[in-house]
T-cell receptor, first 111, second 112 residues
Framework: DAKTTQPTSMDCAEGRAANLPCNHS???????VYWYRQIHSQGPQYIIH???NNETNEMASLIITEDRKSSTLILPHATLRDTAVYYC????????????FGKGTRLSVIA | GAGVSQSPSNKVTEKGKDVELRCDPI?????LYWYRQRLGQGLEFLIY????????KSGLPSDRFSAERTGESVSTLTIQRTQQEDSAVYLC??????????FGSGTRLTVV
């Protein structure tokens, strides 16, 4: 079972920041937070991951609360092409545990 | 290769037939994963290969499903005696031993 809770859907205006929340209150000390997204009819795409510090890359920023029980993925300037299902996953970074995908958040970016 | 390649991209088969789906992972990626995604649903884990270790088959839904991997190269997922409920997109991903997954575009299987 997925160890995360995400809203089923969200809307965001084009050009605005999209803030996608994720709750992972049972996260273990050695588990990372991963974000992937799946654009319609494509395989999922890796976005970003983090352990405890905030992370930023060319796609997004990841803000993890100090107690690590929740996080927010931020797309700073959402475009129509960011419309997708966004998956928040907690997992050990190494080892033999495949990622478990939940239902994710369906983000709709609106013109 | 530059990405994960899956073939065929689409497959229509008759109920009761066997099908083979192929996945070419990124060169050097030691881990390979198969997932299934039914229409409108999330990803279901099927099987996982990591280097020379025994595969994790815990997600295979029945003994009609099997998969093989040659070393750290190509993998094939075989479904025997296909049923209509096997209709789905079958996604393959590969990763380094430690790192993020790269997914292929999937094989859309339709059992008629």
């Amino acid at each position: 079972d997925a160890k995360t809770t995400q809203p089923t859907s969200m809307d965001c205006a084009e050009g605005r920041a999209a803030n996608l929340p994720c709750n992972h209150s049972t996260i273990s000390g050695n588990e990372y937070v991963y974000w992937y997204r799946q654009i319609h009819s494509q395989g999922p795409q890796y976005i970003i991951h983090g352990l405890k510090n905030n992370e930023t890359n060319e796609m997004a920023s990841l803000i993890i609360t100090e107690d690590r029980k929740s996080s927010t993925l931020i797309l700073p300037h959402a475009t129509l092409r960011d419309t997708a299902v966004y998956y928040c996953i907690v997992s050990r970074r190494s080892g033999n545990t495949p990622l478990v995908f939940g239902k994710g958040t369906r983000l709709s970016v609106i013109a | 290769g530059a990405g994960v390649s899956q073939s065929p991209s689409n497959k229509v088969t008759e109920k009761g037939k066997d099908v083979e789906l192929r996945c070419d992972p990124i060169s050097g990626h030691t881990a390979l994963y198969w997932y299934r995604q039914r229409l409108g649903q999330g990803l279901e884990f099927l099987i996982y290969f990591q280097g020379n270790s025994a595969p994790d088959k815990s997600g295979l839904p029945s003994d009609r499903f099997s998969a093989e991997r040659t070393g750290e190269s190509v993998s094939t997922l075989t479904i025997q005696r296909t049923q209509q409920e096997d209709s789905a997109v079958y996604l393959c991903a590969s990763s380094p031993a430690v790192g993020s997954y790269t997914f292929g575009s999937g094989t859309r299987l339709t059992v008629v």
